[in-house]
């Protein structure tokens, strides 16, 4: 044994570990910017409940954000589909804001829904988002 220290073996540890934090940091950064710009899209948060009454199939808007009259509407009755836009089928009163708000009601009158399958969907068309979709009665 010599008993002299040598310094060398401490900068070969340092460089190294200045060597590794240098290439975590660029990684971090990279993955930063690679997946800031996945975003999470904000969802219009609405209830709306289906019903039959006699010969009327009613959809409630029962709480949340107010829908646009494009919304589409679409009922399924005995596998023939038909579209309509919320403007449509509300009532005057309820057309004056603009908006199907909460309470509102959407009603479609059609003779003699006794046996058949009767499907309804709701889609807000600006971000193509399905809001309601059920089946109101089993064929």
Do not use: C
């Amino acid at each position: 044994m010599n008993g002299k220290r040598t310094d060398e073996a401490i900068s070969d540890l340092l460089g190294t570990m200045l060597l590794l934090s240098v290439a975590v940091s660029v990684f971090s950064v990279i993955s930063l910017n690679t997946l800031s710009g996945i975003s999470l899209e904000e969802h219009l948060l609405v209830t709306i409940g289906g019903t039959l009454e006699g010969n009327n199939i009613i959809l409630t808007h029962r709480g949340g954000e107010s829908l646009p009259l494009e919304s589409e509407v679409m009922f399924t009755i005995a596998g023939a589909q038909l579209n309509f836009t919320a403007g449509q089928l509300l009532d005057d009163k309820s057309k004056q804001d603009g908006l199907w708000t909460v309470g509102e009601l959407i009603v479609y009158n059609r003779t003699n829904l006794t046996g058949l399958r009767i499907e309804a969907t709701v889609v807000e068309v600006k971000d193509d988002t399905t809001l309601f979709m059920g089946i109101l009665q089993h064929g």
